[in-house]
């Protein structure tokens, strides 16, 4: 049964000061996608991108699941379809497809990087939502699967055909696409789609360790270097990309955070970058 509409299904806590986790908050369903989660992690998004207190953003999910793709049984994601003054099928389908699929740009136009702390099943949306993020640790009770295909469905949806071939290679990529198979934590560390696999008890801490060490790099260059990666991944040539990185390094030069870290350097003490 789908929860209560009114019980936040995305909630947003400061875990440190520049560290901020994003939680799916509907354990009863492991945290299946609902229109209510979707609308309201698009609001959590744009309220990480606004704050430039925020610096690196954790993403997980409430219970035992990080997040078990759409909820297939809430009727709110029909709505529209019989109502006879409403769009059609094909109009309402494809404006739910393209609110759920814009997650994913909009994870990648996020000026800090996200960390998905994967606790628990991460398939059909949940897998998008873990390969949207920059970074992804595993919990050894996680499991992976593309899932679409394995309810009729094309296994190409919400940016998966995109991502995971250049993150595990095309040839792999087919074979998890073209079976919907589910696969543990250790086949997802051993074929690159997570950076570590760690203890359930140990996901969060594990995945703050990593936050920090971000954290401790200048606002911008963190930005610049986010950007950039993503952007080199479509670019047609080495010399392209190239390009890229020096127009960004001269744009980097021009903060007053260079001159800090410079500083902080030569002087034997931590950095005290201000963003600017």
């Not at 875990?15 to 986790?21: A, D, F, L, Q, Y």
């Not at 430039?52 to 219970?63: E, F, I, M, S």
């Not at 606790?119 to 390969?131: I, K, R, S, V």
């Not at 008890?201 to 270097?225: H, K, Y």
Request: charged share 20%; proline share 6%.
């Amino acid at each position: 049964m789908a929860d209560e509409p009114t019980e936040s299904t995305v909630l947003l806590d400061t875990v440190e000061p520049g560290i901020t986790r994003i939680t799916l908050n509907r354990p009863s369903s492991l945290n299946s996608m609902n229109r209510q989660l979707i609308d309201e992690l698009h609001s959590a998004f744009d309220v990480v991108d606004a704050d430039p207190d925020v610096r690196v953003v954790l993403l997980t999910g409430a219970g035992r699941g990080f997040c078990a793709g759409l909820d297939l049984r809430d009727p709110t994601l029909l709505m529209g379809r019989n109502d006879p003054d409403g769009p059609g099928v094909p109009q309402s389908g494809m404006a739910l497809q393209q609110r759920i699929a814009s997650l994913i740009p909009k994870m990648r136009r996020l000026r800090v990087p996200i960390i998905a702390a994967v606790n628990g099943p991460a398939t059909g949306g949940g897998l998008a939502l873990a390969l949207g993020s920059d970074v992804r640790i595993a919990a050894e009770t996680a499991r992976f699967g593309v899932a679409f295909i394995r309810i009729g469905l094309s296994a190409c949806d919400i940016g998966v055909s995109w991502a995971l071939p250049r993150l595990v290679g095309a040839s792999r990529a087919h074979e998890l696409m073209l079976t919907g198979r589910v696969f543990d934590s250790a086949e997802a560390e051993r074929i690159g789609l997570v950076t570590s696999v760690v203890p359930d008890d140990a996901l969060i801490e594990a995945t703050l360790e990593t936050a920090r060490l971000i954290a401790a790099n200048s606002p911008f260059g963190v930005w610049m270097t986010k950007e950039v990666m993503w952007s080199n991944l479509e670019t047609p040539s080495q010399m392209a990309a190239i390009d890229l990185e020096n127009r960004t390094q001269i744009l980097s030069s021009f903060t007053e955070d260079v001159g800090e870290a410079v500083g902080a350097f030569f002087g034997k003490r931590p950095p005290h970058y201000r963003n600017r």
